[in-house]
């Protein structure tokens, strides 16, 4: 670097700090301004010299970038030992977390609301510590206590004082779900008109049953009580708000209550609802179009009427498109019962479009599937004496005679000689290998918009499995109702920041890419506060570029460390 003097066609000198480099390309040395710093005859009014002033302020940072340039030089005993209970590892890739956590001003929320309260622990200090490790290494609130020593940050408090701020940030959850909202749609524009619901369910691993922890239909075919979250999505799969409901409840009782909510709280006018079959029932249909809002629901096919059926077997207005795909649709007036304020039924007409679509490849893919319970169904005709109501799950219903102990949920013995496989079930379950079905109110829409909008769907059914295996979120040992919210609060807050990161990167990696890239960010310390790096990857090379994060260097100093981890803060 030097001191750069410019005549200007007036005849004043322009002082400025430059620097040259040679231009690979060009094949010359360039110049580059590093410092513009004005009109020398301006300049001598605040200094007596600005030249030698200038000079000297010059050799400083070339003295500087030396000094970063200088190799570091380390010694060490061969015979230096470790303490007992020495961990010297840090982690270093939360800081990409910590970016976004202080982007939605999570930290100022917290604060703000505890100016209100009587407790004396940092309630965002430790909402820290149970996102960045529930994102990195995911363990019980104990284990994650113990290791919180893993992350630059002071985390100065107890892990009763963890336990204790569960039963705030549940107090506040509600308001810092909206919170969330908001700053998302303010930073990423978050477009609502479209809207993904789904619901699934965690499971426990205790006996007992209480008013929230209920035995249910599991998805993942456990005995154990489970909770049921309804979850809502924006278009580009970060989530917008949630709800847990008893493990008995029944996927389609959720949907109300959950569209209730997001109306009344989120004021985002009018949404077209995007959700599975599980949710299609005539009070929820109407109770959509009451509210002027829209929907697009997948419809069963093999659980439909017969005059469905017929329509969806009829090859007439199919259109192929190659030898492996057809498409159809009609406008149809279909009748739905509708639950009265008296708790009677009544029939209302819903005009709706119906679209119908036959994929070869999802044929063949349900043929697969259905292999393995076929199997299952066989074996369970040999040997009934394996099974009960929850291990039979999925081919009991290719299994005729089968009768369940009601309390037990064993096989009935009396039933043994009397089992036999549901040929006439199988054979109309076949028919229907392959064929789709979506009804929407969106009449309007094309019917490769349609399926477009319903194929979002995926990405809510993506969101259950990274709560379920990247952070882990079952099996949930919590067991006061406060604290099992502000669990679900904790992951719901990890997966927001995750897939914001995920959308930041254009989808251009999963999520279980950039988890384990950031977990392996880390580094050890050396001694006299240099600290070596010892991995780096494309995700971490991109992950850098969008968030200012330099995570390339091999060695860095304590201060340069808190430095970035500060500046990720503003």
Known sequence: MYLKKSR?????????????YRDKERGHTRTVTIESLGYLDELQKQYDDPIAFFEQKVKELNEQKAMKKTPITLSFSPNERLLINTN????????AFSKIYHELELDKFLKNRQRHSKEEYDSNAIMKLLVFSRLLYPASKKKTYENRDIFFERFDFSLDDVYRCLSFFNKHSNALQLWVHEHIKSLYERNTNLVYYDVTNYYFEIDEQDELRKKGVSKEHRPDPIVQM????????????????PGNALDKTTFMPMLRKI????????IIVVADKGIITGDNIWYTLSAGNGYVFSYSVRCADKEFKKYVLDENGYTHRGDSFKIKSRLYPREILVTTTKGKKMKKVVDEKQVIFYSEEYALKAKYERAATIEKAKDLIKNPAKYNRATSYGASKYVKNLIFDE????????AHQ???FDEERLKEEEKFDGYYAIVTSEYKESDDKIIEMYRGLWKIEES???????????????SLREHIDAHFLICFISLVIVRILEYRLKGKYSVSAILESLAKASCSYIQENYYLFDFNNDVLEDIGKELGIDFGKKIMTLGEIKKILGEVKK
Not at 230 to 245: C, E, Q, V
Not at 467 to 476: A, F, G, H, N
């Open 8 to 20: 200007r066609s007036s005849g004043r000198i322009y002082l400025s700090i430059a620097d040259g």
């Open 88 to 95: 010297d590892r840090k982690n270093f890739g939360y800081a």
């Open 230 to 245: 309804g979850l809502f999505m924006d278009t580009n799969g970060i989530p917008i708000t949630y709800k847990l409901f």
């Open 263 to 270: 109306q009344h709280d989120y004021s985002l006018g009018r």
């Open 407 to 414: 309390e037990t949920g064993e096989i009935l013995e009396s």
């Open 418 to 420: 009397h089992l036999t």
């Open 464 to 478: 259950f499995k990274i709560t379920k295996s990247d952070i882990e979120s079952r099996p949930v040992y919590l």
